[in-house]
């Protein structure tokens, strides 16, 4: 089985900084990879797919990246709203999540 | 743009089975398969399994395999999930997504505890 291993689980951040979440995958299996954000009590939100596809409504600070088995998602301006849980995703693994809070 | 709907929370003893609905919007499921999501509170997102609901092919996760069901009803546009043989550490929020290799939409989530 495929493992995803998500770093870091927990991510302390201010306004205006640039974060970025990182997930590697044990074998090469696909070179897709999708990334999603949670708030409490809703369910997740799709932000992207195909490792670097934003999903439509989606703003642009929002970006990913694959290179072989490692994936990098990044918000390049963390806004009040971002302050969420983010998951990555392949095929039916998702990674153990990274909780981005205020600093 | 299709939307899913999941039947209400549910309370459950020990021992008995739960079955939870997702509702396409519009009332077909197309060509899709759709895949079905667990959140045990407080934890991650883990993966349940898949169906297709046009050729009724399953997929289940190996944790699930032989005590979850998946099934569809194509009339009405609805995928159900049953779990069997309930214990408390399957109280948890399930979802439904359209799965196209990434999920997206989600349904509302279905809330199921488990308690004597």
Redesign the interface.
């Known amino acids: ?1 495929i493992q995803m291993t998500q770093s870091p689980s927990t991510l302390s951040a201010s306004v205006g900084d640039r974060v970025t979440i990182t997930c590697r995958a044990s074998q090469t299996f ?1 070179r ?1 990879l ?1 990334w ?1 954000q ?1 708030k409490p009590g809703q ?4 932000l992207i ?2 490792s670097s596809v934003l ?1 439509s409504g989606v703003p642009s600070r929002f970006s990913g990246s694959a290179s072989g088995t490692e994936f990098t998602f990044t918000i390049s301006s963390l806004q009040p709203d971002d302050f969420a849980t983010y ?1 990555c ?1 392949q ?7 990274t909780k981005v809070e205020i600093k | 743009q299709v939307q899913l709907v999941q039947s209400g929370a549910e309370v459950k003893k020990p021992g008995s089975s739960v079955k939870v609905s997702c509702k396409a919007s519009g009332g077909t499921l197309s060509t899709y398969s759709f895949t079905w999501v667990r959140q045990v509170p407080g934890q991650g997102l883990e993966w349940m399994g898949r169906i297709i609901p046009i050729t009724n092919t399953t997929n289940y996760a190996p944790q699930f395999q032989g005590r979850t069901t998946f099934t569809a009803d194509k009339s009405t546009g609805t995928v159900y999930m049953e779990l069997n043989s309930l214990r408390a550490e399957d109280t948890a929020m399930y979802y439904c997504a359209r799965d196209k290799d990434w999920f997206d939409p989600w349904g509302q989530g279905t809330l199921v505890t488990v308690s004597s």
Do not use: V
Not at chain 1, 91 to 97: A, L, M, P, R, S
């Open positions: 089985d696909s897709w999708a999603y949670q369910a997740p939100k799709l797919y195909k999903e998951y995703q095929w039916g693994t998702f990674g153990q999540g």
